[in-house]
């Protein structure tokens, strides 16, 4: 398994960034894949799920209505569209395959990519 996040970088509140994660080594249409992340000096933060084939999303309040999970089965690729970034959005984010249990650390997971939300 194979997950390579990008897309990542500094923004300023309000600002838009999309993030996108390359899977490979796995069949990516089979599996629900999620984006997690990880702020300084805390613990992992489960964001958003999709499921295989209906591609259900889920997301958590903290991020409802501002940010946007999509995969392109046929790019075996993950993308997390965020928009109205604020400053507690900070962090290191990472794709994950599998569900929102994966802020147990027992997902495969990429390196992350750093978003960074700040004036």
């Known amino acids: 398994v194979q997950l390579v996040e990008s897309g990542g970088g500094l923004v300023q509140p309000g600002g838009s960034l999309r993030l996108s994660c390359a899977a490979s080594g796995f069949t990516f249409g089979l599996y629900i894949m999620s984006w997690v992340r990880q702020a300084p000096g805390k613990g992992l933060e489960w964001v958003s799920t999709?499921?295989?084939?209906?591609?259900?999303?889920y997301y958590s309040d903290s991020v409802k209505g501002r940010f946007t999970i999509s995969r392109d089965n046929a790019k075996n690729t993950l993308y997390l569209q965020m928009n109205s970034l604020k400053t507690e959005d900070t962090a290191v984010y990472f794709c994950?395959?599998?569900?929102?249990?994966?802020?147990?650390?027992?997902?495969?997971r990429g390196q992350g990519t750093q978003v960074t939300v700040s004036s």
């Open positions: 999709i499921t295989n084939g209906n591609s259900i999303t």
């Open positions: 994950a395959k599998g569900g929102a249990d994966c802020i147990g650390g027992a997902c495969a």
